[in-house]
């Protein structure tokens, strides 16, 4: 099914990559949740798997010697303050079936480009929101292989 645009109503799930402007106190991100917020009176939610991603990251910046345990720290930190202001999503028996259904109609290339991203898209649509991401390429694809509407919001600077 095809993506569509987010409506008024439409709660968001934030990716990863927003996720990481929002801990990075970027002044689009700030203004989109505070819209977000006055639309619907509650924060964007998270994905686990966005959560993963997050701190998944800081784990790869740490032990590659690119950040020290202290900074790692730091953002981990940051990390699980902003989780506990949102609702995460788990990645559940219905967004199971949706990767499912997903998964494989995706060539290998593909897979190995946006595996996280499906899980996101899937638990998204599994508990009824849409996606606000950087890029709505990788989620189009995504959205084109669903069985249901995928809702997408491009947030940029």
Sequence with gaps: MPVGPVLPETSLVLDNDVFTHWRNGQAYVLREIAEHFN???SFPALTSMTVFEAL???EEEERKNRIT???AQQYKDRIEKLSESCVVLPWDQRAATITAHIYPRLTTQQLQ???????IAATALAHGYGIATQNIRDFKLIGDLSPE?????LWKP
């Design 39 to 41: 639309r619907l009176a």
């Design 56 to 58: 998944h990251g800081v």
């Design 69 to 71: 345990a202290t900074q």
């Design 113 to 119: 480009k946006h595996w996280k991203d499906l899980f």
């Design 149 to 153: 509407l995928l809702r997408i919001a």
